[in-house]
């Protein structure tokens, strides 16, 4: 059986008027057929006789048959300079594959279009009617309007239940008899298809980036930032990426800032999701990206007209009159409330939200955002944007098959159309000052027909330097797997478990740690029964792991990362985007990986375990954060969280800690078998003491401090927060670098 999907996401709108949705998409069927047979007929058809709009300038337009061999260019470059997929998607990919196309086809099916057959074509479109159309309507606002499921129809096998409904004679008719409007048409003429393919000369690559703007000649852009520039044919590819990374102080400055900030970036990438369509056909990508430390804009694909692509997009981002309708603001408005309120609804998202809240200055709580969106105005919106461009700090990375003199072209270009006073500097984020101990807070879902929890132990490290980080690292790679294993496999607390190392994100000072998150279902398990047991795997069961370690397991692990750190960079995407990171944390180390090398091959078992106690287990140091969203068992599945623009009210909901709590959470951090716990980790129990006696004898051969074992058992002092807003308000902040 052979199908055509068309996947249609709706606005609110659009869900209100699915029929006349579904109209347009019958009547380009129509003109599709159309252009198809008169293509068929004439022997003469082209692009040019096609199009009465050139008398008025406007671009050229195709007919079904000068389309075809566009679509064949596009397709074949995507195919020729696509980037490697991982080997099992590869695997999966060419397995079905073998089941439907000739084995020399194998890699190219589904790829290529190699001999058009206009009749095909004809005879396909002709099947497209409104009868023979299944039409598939998802929304949560049909979920909330039943007020009887059980009336319903039900799928069996997962039980969802549905509505089936014949489409009204009425409307049927109308979409066979309806007549196209003449703003429907076949794509322009695109003018972004690549034609040289060529490969600069690769003796000119360059290992690392390098700062354009501090070389002799650099002067003048150097007052605006920073312009990197990587020359790279390592991966034998056309193609190039540029980020353009445009700061403002003004973005964090007050809540009403981040929420235009939002709201303008969100109207840049719908607006630029049409202009940019011919130039993401001819394989250019485009991404305006939100950041409370200002807009990335990021292009890449084919370099040959890649320029011309980036200022496209640059010129309409600064085309005053874009977006600032009523009704686009509007529309823009609603939309970002929705994406800030379904945020807020899942608890994962929440409890990271939260994490960023308490740990830097910048970060303003989503209720606040929420409120502060609906107050706003096209006015204010058009004020943010002038006041946001007028005062900027450029930083430029160019990378891949591009010239030096491109790269400044790049520059150039962003400083004459934006046109800005210069910010010589940047500020990064301003980070919290926590005193020692663990900082407990616990709110509920927001979701009432939720019934899944998430609790996050956020382990800081603070401000690390690289030695630091390859600790932080190598402990995280260690303890995952158990951490898994025991909480996963054994506890069964949830299908979501996992300890990761983090670093804090580009633009911020380097802050790391360790998480430790578990997302368990409320009706299964207790908040304080999920808490005490994170607890419990982290303070009494994660150090024994290391102290349990054979010599030759521990080698194999820090074998097994070094590995990673060699291998080199798999694509074209990696290693920008490797690099970028550097650029905006301001370090600009490129050697990183060779200096975490370096490090981790002189970590020993007992250093790394004299690390964890030190930093994570001695309360005169270790710092965390233990953020918890709690949910009901029994949730309301009748809960309705489609909500009206006008009605889109959060209340976070601390839930106060009493001494019923503790004591449960206690109970069950204590009540846990580590000896049985090592074992399902892969560990014995008796190697952990054995480890501690050895090396107190061998640190009092040597009248060195030896390991302090009492840190083992020793219970963390906790802050309960049950006034977040009184906390937030009360905690100090450091001055983020000026870079």
């Known amino acids: 059986m052979c199908n055509f999907l068309v996947s249609i996401e709706l606005t609110d709108y659009g869900r209100d008027h699915i029929f006349r949705v579904c109209s347009i998409l019958f009547d380009y ?26 008398v008025n300038n406007l671009p050229e337009m195709h007919t079904f048959a000068t389309y075809l061999p566009e679509y064949q260019l596009t397709r074949e470059a995507s195919f020729l300079y696509k980037e490697p997929s991982d080997a099992e998607d590869t695997v999966v990919t060419l397995a ?26 004809i005879d396909l479109l002709k099947l497209m009617t409104p009868e023979r159309a299944a039409i598939f309507f998802l929304s949560s606002s049909f979920a909330a309007s039943v007020s009887d499921e059980s009336k319903l129809d039900h799928e069996p096998w997962f039980n969802v239940a549905y509505r089936k409904e014949t489409i009204p004679d009425n409307i049927m008719n109308d979409w066979k008899t309806s007549k196209p409007s003449g703003k429907l048409h076949l794509p322009y003429k695109n003018n972004f298809i690549t034609t040289d393919f060529s490969l600069l000369d690769p003796a000119n690559d360059m290992k690392q980036p390098k700062d354009l703007n501090l070389e002799p000649g650099g002067e003048s852009r150097l007052q605006y930032g920073h312009l990197w520039f990587q020359q790279s044919t390592r991966f034998k ?11 403002s102080g003004l973005v964090t400055k007050t809540k009403e800032n981040v ?14 999701s049409t202009i940019t369509y011919e130039a993401s056909e001819a394989g250019l990508e485009q991404d305006v990206r939100f950041g409370d430390t200002g807009l ?32 686009y603001f509007e529309s823009y408005r609603d939309a970002t409330l929705k994406l800030y309120y379904n945020q807020a609804l899942k608890p994962d998202a929440l409890n990271t939200h939260l994490q960023f ?7 303003f709580l989503l209720t606040d955002l929420l409120n502060t969106l609906k107050d706003l105005s096209v006015a204010d919106l058009a004020a943010y944007k002038q006041q946001f461009f007028s005062n900027l700090h450029i930083t430029v990375y160019a990378y891949g098959n591009i010239r030096k003199e491109d790269a400044i072209n790049f520059f150039d270009y962003t400083v004459k159309k934006i046109n800005p006073v210069p910010i010589p500097k940047r500020k990064l984020a301003d980070p919290s000052i926590l005193d020692p101990g663990t900082y407990h807070l616990r709110l509920m879902n927001c979701n009432p027909s939720d019934v899944n929890m998430c609790l996050a132990r956020v382990h800081l490290l603070g401000e690390s330097d690289i030695k630091s980080q390859c600790y932080n690292k190598l402990l995280a790679f260690i303890l995952s797997e158990p951490a898994f294993d025991y909480l996963r496999t054994k506890e069964s607390l949830g ?35 999920v808490a005490g047991r994170l607890t419990a795997f982290w303070r009494r069961i994660a150090p024994r792991i290391i102290a349990a370690m054979p010599p030759e397991n521990f080698k194999t692990s820090v074998e097994s990362l070094i590995s990673i750190y060699q291998l080199e960079d798999p694509n074209m995407v990696t290693e920008f985007d490797r690099n970028w990171d550097e650029i905006m944390q301001t370090t600009a180390n490129f050697n990183y990986r060779e200096e975490c090398v370096k490090i981790l091959s002189t970590i020993t078992q007992e250093s790394l375990l004299s690390f964890f106690l030190t930093e994570y287990l001695d309360t005169k140091k270790q710092r965390s954060l233990f953020i918890q969203i709690d949910s009901t068992a029994t949730p309301d599945m009748n809960a309705n969280t489609n909500v009206s623009s006008n009605s889109y009210l959060l209340n976070f909901d601390v839930i106060q800690t009493d001494d019923k709590s503790i004591k449960e959470e206690y109970t069950s951090y204590s009540s846990v078998d580590v000896t049985s716990a090592l074992t399902t980790c892969g560990y014995d129990d008796k190697l952990v003491n054995q480890f501690f ?28 927060i049950n006034n977040l807003f009184k906390f937030r308000s009360n905690l100090q902040f450091k001055t983020g670098r000026i870079a």
């Open 29 to 54: 069927i129509k003109i599709l057929l159309h252009s198809a047979t008169s293509s068929l007929s004439s022997s003469s058809s082209s692009g040019s006789n096609a199009n009465s709009s050139d």
């Open 96 to 121: 079905n594959k073998l089941h439907l196309v000739k084995p020399e086809h194998v890699y190219s099916g589904y790829q290529l279009l190699k001999k058009p057959n206009m009749q095909l074509y």
């Open 237 to 247: 590819c056309p193609k190039a990426n540029v980020a353009v990374h445009l700061w």
């Open 259 to 272: 929420a235009l900030h939002g709201l303008m970036v969100f109207g840049f990438n719908h607006s630029l």
């Open 296 to 327: 990335c804009i990021h292009v890449s694909g084919f370099n040959e007209k890649l320029f011309s692509f980036y200022s496209t997009v640059l010129d309409h981002i600064m085309d005053q009159t874009n977006d600032l309708s009523k009704e």
């Open 357 to 363: 809240y308490l740990l830097r200055r910048e970060v």
């Open 495 to 529: 299908y979501t478990i996992y300890l990761q190392y983090w670093l804090s994100m580009p633009g911020s000072t380097s802050h790391s740690g360790i998480s430790l998150i578990a997302c368990s279902p409320a009706s299964k398990f207790s908040v304080n029964f």
């Open 693 to 720: 006696d050895n090396h107190k004898s061998n640190h009092d051969n040597n009248n060195n401090n030896p390991l302090d074992k009492s840190l083992l058992d020793k219970d963390e002092p906790i802050v309960y």
